[in-house]
Each structure stands twice: as C-alpha cells, then as structure tokens.
C-alpha cells in the first residue's frame, strides 16, 4: 500500500526558499504520477505542479510556474517541491498526493493540474508559514 510522508514544512520569511520532500514508499510502478498541492486557509485545495515519476515529466501550475519548481530523485524515493520568492499568500498546508496504474496514466498532461479528486492516496501534510 502506498504511503507518502511529506516534510520540509516551517516558518518562512517572505522572499526566501523552501524545499519540500515527499517520500515515497512505493516509486515501482511505471505510471506513478505524484502532484503537490496547497490548501491555504478557508480556501479549497489547489495543485500547484506534477510529475510523471518515470519519466520525471513535470508540469507546474500557471500561478506558480515562476517560482516553484518540482523534482524527483529515484534513488531516493522522493519527490520535491522547490519553493522560491515566497509571498505572504503561499501560506498554507502542502500536501502531496499519488496515483498509480492506469488512472496515474492519465494525469499530469499539461500545466493545468488534476483536481484533488484524480488522487487516491495523500499524506498527511506539512505547513508552510510565510510572514515577516
């Protein structure tokens, strides 16, 4: 069964840098898609980027395309999410997210990402606050 741990999460002050991790127990399958995502206060959950663990295909939302950045190490199990210049707003709960098999196969085709619901398995979330 797949289980994703995220970590990295902290106190920032606006304009530094954070790198989130999502560590993977299961990085086998060839379809595996992993998708980070925020949910700010009071507001829905959002996808900010994806990748295509096998491939390491990755997409990153519009809103973030400038700033946030993600990755994937095999060798590690690990998925990242490189966060630059972060603003006030970025605050939230980051949370990321796993699909496998055929439904992994169809996500993560472009910039715009996958809502929540495409996602079978989460972890359990790591807060980012950013504020001077």
């Known amino acids: 069964q797949q289980e994703l741990v995220e970590s990295g999460g902290g106190w920032v002050q606006p304009g530094e840098s954070r790198r989130l991790s999502c560590a993977v127990s299961?990085?086998?399958?060839?379809?595996?898609?992993i998708g980070w995502f925020r949910q700010a206060p009071g507001k829905e959950r959002e996808g900010l980027a994806c990748?295509?663990?096998?491939?390491?295909?990755?997409n990153v939302a519009e809103i973030v395309k400038d700033r946030f950045t993600i990755s994937r190490d095999r060798t590690k199990a690990t998925v990242y999410l490189q966060m630059d210049d972060l603003k006030p707003e970025d605050t939230g709960v980051y949370y990321c997210?796993?699909?496998?098999?055929?439904?992994?196969?169809?996500?993560?085709?472009?910039?715009?990402?996958?809502?929540?619901?495409?996602?079978?398995?989460w972890g359990q979330g790591t807060q980012v606050i950013v504020s001077s």
């Open positions: 997210a796993a699909e496998t098999g055929l439904a992994g196969g169809l996500l993560c085709q472009g910039p715009e990402q996958d809502s929540p619901g495409k996602y079978s398995t």
């Open positions: 299961d990085f086998t399958d060839i379809f595996l898609v």
């Open positions: 990748i295509d663990a096998t491939p390491g295909t990755a």
